[in-house]
């Protein structure tokens, strides 16, 4: 049907996969951090404004979740059905990240379930909050067990190759490998930063549409805050990660650079174009830059693409994946510091339309930037799907029928994009915040913004 080899259609229908789950992946990872610290602020408050955040956020999270199993599940099948030979070779050593995974969503799912379930159960509401920590825990450790799997593909190690056999596994050496800390540093702060920002653009929204109360202001300064600090922390973590790569995965850090010559002092190169002899034309260049990212000294040496071999070169387009990626961070990082300096100076209006209109933004952006993360991550790793060992092609299925398990997907995440929007918007439309608030809190007055 379609005029690809199995190999391009396997890597179409993962990456498909891949990109729809990563958005339901970072939420059911970030939302129940602003859930637990929503509640907690409630409590020592005694503001159920606060608590109603909580309530509302935890049924949106259910929703996602339920969503986000469907396409983890259907991650897990493609790896077998598409990637046979990766799995065979790589298969025994994955296992036990694999496996700590699914024991670490179903953990979070029994709690999640009492968690939801014992709302006004107990006389001290801190006994509740406390069933919110397994959850965080939960979903935090799912991405840290998922993404040493990722981290392994990249950085493979704990086996040995004795004629094309695998042999003296140490899994915890596979997991454990020096692509781990900041691969994991940086997925988990990101989340948390994506999850925060989405709930500060619904707030911002609110108040736009001059529906906003008390209650989305005060989530708009809960989630602007978060989304401030986790910002920082996915900065660390990205120069961290530039730095992991320098040493690790020098073409990878080359290609998403544009830097072909090794040097001393290497300057940056932010977006620009390529023209037919890879000279770099109409791009910022902030002198002896990428020297200092790479290496932490502005005179470092940094290896050019040159020492790679042509054919274990990644593709040069991940150049605008990695500048559009950190672009959306730094405005996102800006945008939300204005809030807080805004919010400070009390001459200020925090709720200008011109910054909610950024805040809005960056919620959307935020998960753009995963996007964009992800695809220069794996991408980066071309052509390789076990870096050293394995191309992406020597892993994939031969099998012709690829695609009509491609229709087959699309069909049903298309299914599954529909269903979940429109009941996350009738959940929420058909009870809005005000209304529930006055029916569980009397004693609270729901108030609207007069202007």
Not at 373 to 398: C, D, K, N
């Amino acid at each position: 049907m379609f005029e690809f080899d199995s190999a391009t259609l396997s890597r179409m229908l993962t990456s498909m996969t891949l990109l729809f789950h990563a958005i339901f992946a970072t939420i059911g990872v970030g939302v129940p951090v602003m859930v637990s610290v929503a509640e907690l602020i409630g409590i020592k408050k005694k503001d159920p404004h606060y608590t109603l955040l909580a309530r509302r956020w935890t049924r949106g999270y259910t929703i996602t979740v339920a969503v986000g199993v469907v396409t983890g599940t259907a991650i897990g099948l493609q790896l077998s059905l598409l990637w046979p030979s990766f799995m065979q070779l790589a298969g025994n050593i994955i296992a036990l990240p694999l496996f700590m995974e699914t024991f670490a969503f179903f953990f979070e799912a029994i709690f999640l379930g009492a968690y939801l379930y014992t709302w006004d159960r107990f006389k001290n509401p801190i006994y509740h909050w406390l069933l919110s920590i397994p959850v965080v825990i939960g979903g935090t450790m799912s991405a840290f067990f998922i993404t040493t799997v990722n981290s392994f593909m990249n950085t493979p190690q704990g086996f040995e190759m004795e004629d094309g056999t695998v042999t003296s596994i140490d899994p915890l050496a596979a997991m454990f490998n020096p692509a781990t800390p900041t691969k994991v540093f940086h997925v988990i702060s990101s989340s948390y930063l994506t999850a925060a920002a989405i709930l500060a653009a619904i707030a911002a929204m609110f108040i736009l549409m001059k529906k906003g109360s008390q209650y989305h202001k005060k989530a708009l300064k809960l989630t602007v805050i978060a989304t401030f600090i986790f910002a920082i922390t996915t900065a660390i973590a990205g120069d961290l990660s530039a730095k992991f790569l320098a040493e690790h995965q020098p073409e990878k850090l080359a290609a998403g650079e544009w830097h072909f010559e090794t040097e001393e002092g290497a300057d940056l190169v932010v977006f620009g174009t390529l023209n037919e002899d890879n000279e770099v034309e109409n791009a910022i260049r902030i002198p002896n830059a990428l020297s200092f990212l790479a290496h932490g000294d502005f005179n470092a040496e940094v290896t050019g693409l040159e020492e790679t071999p042509q054919d274990e070169q990644p593709p040069l387009w991940i150049h605008y994946m990695f500048d559009l990626m950190v672009s959306i961070g730094f405005f996102t990082l800006g945008i939300s510091l204005l809030y807080i300096v805004f919010m400070k100076v009390k001459k200020w209006n925090e709720y200008n339309p011109l910054l909610l209109w950024g805040i809005a933004a960056a919620g959307p952006l935020s998960m753009l930037a995963i996007e964009f993360g992800w695809v220069y991550a794996e991408v980066g790793r071309q052509p390789w799907i076990l870096r050293g060992f394995m191309t992406v092609v020597e892993g994939s299925t031969t099998s012709p029928h690829v695609d009509w398990m491609f229709i087959l997907f699309v069909a049903l995440y298309a299914v599954l994009a529909v269903g979940c929007i429109v009941v996350l918007r009738k959940m929420f439309k058909n009870n809005p915040a005000e209304i529930e608030l006055e029916n569980r809190y009397p004693q609270v007055a729901a108030t609207k913004e007069d202007d």
